[in-house]
C-alpha cells in the first residue's frame, strides 16, 4: 500500500514538473482536452537532441528539410534561434531526447 502510494506521488510529481517551463523557454498550450495536450515549446537555448529510438524521420531544420532512417543514439547539435521540427514518417513512433545548453 505505501510503495503504490510512493508511486503515485512520484507520477503525479513528474507530471507536475512536465508541465512547469525554466526561465526564457516559452511554451504554448495549443490543445490541452481529455484526449490529448499539444504544446510548442521555444528554446532560447542551444540543443542537443539524442535519439532514443530508431525510426524514419522527417526533420526540418531552417530551410532545410531531409527524409530518413535515424539509428537509436544519433546526436545532433541545434544552435539557438534555428527553427526545427521532428516528424515521424514510421508505422510506429520514436522517442528523442532535447538538451538544453544553459
Known sequence: MIRSALVLTIAA??????R????GMVRT???DNGTVLVTRLGYPNDLI???ATAGRLEILR???K???ERAAGTVEF???DV????ASVDTKPFELLSVAIK
Open 78 to 80: 541545434v544552435p539557438r
Open 49 to 51: 537532441t539524442v535519439q
Open 20 to 23: 512547469q517551463v525554466p526561465p
Open 13 to 18: 510529481t513528474l507530471a507536475l514538473a512536465a
Open 83 to 86: 527553427q526545427h521540427a521532428y
Open 29 to 31: 498550450v495549443l490543445i
Open 66 to 68: 531531409t527524409t530518413g
Open 62 to 64: 531552417a530551410s532545410e
